[in-house]
């Protein structure tokens, strides 16, 4: 069930269901969706209570002049679990940005936090690494500073601009959802909020992620790292018009910076997922979903 709940002075969407002893809080990824999540939300719910999270700014969540950041999802967490009254530790799955996310509040709250899935999380360690690289073709399409001057504009734009320039469509797949959902799904990236919320996120994660260090030690739980496919990823990336040269040395680094979550607990079980790209969560849902009831059933 959707909800919107007060963790202060806004209101954060969250998709509340399942039962259990446990419970798994998911955070998606920039501009990421629950919708995303749906099947292994389903799934997961048969063994434990979920709480998946739209940050601010995204789907019904509401945004503040501050924007959207790691130190506010983390503090807006706190603030979620609190009204609804959890007290007992909890299972947290972060994705990409999400992932940066979970690091910052299991370190600022690490009484809350039981063990930790990161699924193809963003490094505290990557700041303009990327940008950096010797890719000039993917740069001119795929770098911060295109996504910073594209955001920007859109953040600006209204929902009707945005509806001309994006076309929003449903996926075939999609289609089958409950209508209600359609309709959330075809509303998701005409808002301007949402773009406000990534604008800010993409300016942390250059900027300001290395200090999540400061906020205190990454608790000793149990800690899953599941990486994306190199072969599989860079075969994606060529098929998309990336030259192969380009495609290695850029997942060359995302290896490189996934490799060094390892650090973060020594319980950490590391895997590459095989045939997964950035978004495990899609293109291998069963292994999200073995790594979670893991997890729960430790």
Known sequence: MFKLIDVGEKKLECLITGSGRKTVVIMPGMGGSIYHWLDIIEEISHHTKIIAIHRSGVGNSQIGDEGSSTLIASKDLY???????????????????GGLCVQHFARLYPDYVESILLVESASMDRGNQYDELDTPISNDTTSDEVYIDLWGKYSKYTREQLLKEIKPELSSSQLSLPIEIQKELLEFYVRPEIYKAQLSEILDLKYNVAN?????????????????????????MVA?????????????LSQKLSHGLKELSDRCDFRIVKDSNHCINETRPDQVIKAIKELVYI
Request: one cysteine or more.
């Open 212 to 236: 999540i260090k400061m906020a205190g030690a990454f608790p000793k739980c149990p800690l899953i790292v599941l990486v994306e496919d190199p072969e599989y990823s860079v075969s994606e």
């Open 79 to 97: 603030n979620l679990l609190l009204t609804l009254g959890i007290k007992e530790k909890v299972i947290l799955v972060g994705h990409s940005y």
């Open 240 to 252: 998309e018009g990336i030259p192969k040269v380009e495609a290695v040395k850029i997942e060359k």
